[in-house]
C-alpha cells in the first residue's frame, strides 16, 4: 500500500465527520475559521519537525511508495495526520457538547 492510499484512508473518517457536523450542528464561522487555523497551525509545525526529523536521518521512506511532491523535505503524503487530527478533535468535541438552545 502507498502512503498515498493509507493517507487517504486515514482522512477518509475525518472528512466525513466534519461533513456530518456541518450538517447536523451548523458551526458558524466562529468555529470555522479556530478550525482551520488549527489544521494550519499543525500542518506548519509538521513541516518544520519532519523536516528537521528526516534531515537528522531519524526516520526513512520508502521512495517507491511516495508520490515524489515534498514540501521542504516532507513528502505530502505525511501532511494528512496533522489534516485529520485537526478536523477529528474540533469536530468530536462540538458533537459531544450540547447544542445552544435557541434564544
Not at 487517504?8 to 470555522?32: K, S
Not at 487555523?37 to 513541516?47: A, F, H, I, P
Not at 536521518?57 to 503524503?77: A, T
Amino acid at each position: 500500500m502507498t502512503y498515498a492510499a493509507l493517507a487517504t484512508l486515514f482522512l477518509l473518517p475525518p472528512l466525513l465527520l466534519i461533513a456530518l457536523v456541518a450538517v447536523l450542528r451548523r458551526p458558524g464561522r466562529r468555529w470555522w475559521a479556530a478550525t482551520a487555523l488549527t489544521v494550519g497551525s499543525l500542518t506548519v509545525l509538521t513541516l518544520v519537525f519532519d523536516s528537521l526529523m528526516i534531515a537528522a536521518d531519524l526516520f526513512r521512506y520508502e521512495p517507491s511508495l511516495l508520490s515524489g511532491v515534498r514540501i521542504g523535505l516532507v513528502p505530502v503524503e505525511d501532511l494528512a495526520w496533522p489534516v485529520a487530527a485537526g478536523l477529528l478533535l474540533p469536530a468530536l468535541w462540538l458533537l459531544a457538547t450540547p447544542a445552544e438552545k435557541e434564544r
